[in-house]
Nanobody, 115 residues
Framework: QVQLVESGGGLVQAGGSLTLSCAAS????????MGWYRQAPGKQRELVAT???????NYADSVKGRFTISRDNAKNTVYLQMNSLKPEDTAIYYC?????????WGQGTQVTVSS
């Protein structure tokens, strides 16, 4: 069982920046990729960004050019640097760890962007 602990959420004005962190512990062997999803009120959970163990990244079109995902393998931590935040980025952001046969989720951290 892997534990994913997110931090870094909060309230920020439009145009501001936040950095989310997700530290993995426990059963980290076999994680192929890590990433972030988000869920806004009344909407489905959606992909934000992922990064593989080899460093390949994937982003939702809505965040390309504004968000950057990175990872520190020594710390088993993945980061999401979010710049030029918009009110529509307001959501609960969930960290995930992707294995070959399963996906594990964190508890989520709230990001609120005020206009």
């Amino acid at each position: 069982q892997v534990q994913l602990v997110e931090s870094g959420g909060g309230l920020v004005q439009a145009g501001g920046s936040l950095t989310l962190s997700c530290a993995a512990s426990g059963s980290i062997f076999g994680i192929n990729a890590m990433g972030w999803y988000r869920q806004a009120p009344g909407k489905q959970r959606e992909l934000v960004a992922t990064i593989t163990s080899g460093g390949s990244t994937n982003y939702a079109d809505s965040v390309k050019g504004r968000f950057t995902i990175s990872r520190d393998n020594a710390k088993n931590t993945v980061y999401l640097q979010m710049n030029s935040l918009k009110p529509e980025d307001t959501a609960i952001y969930y960290c995930l760890a992707i294995y070959t046969t399963k996906t594990s989720w964190g508890q989520g951290t709230q990001v609120t962007v005020s206009s």
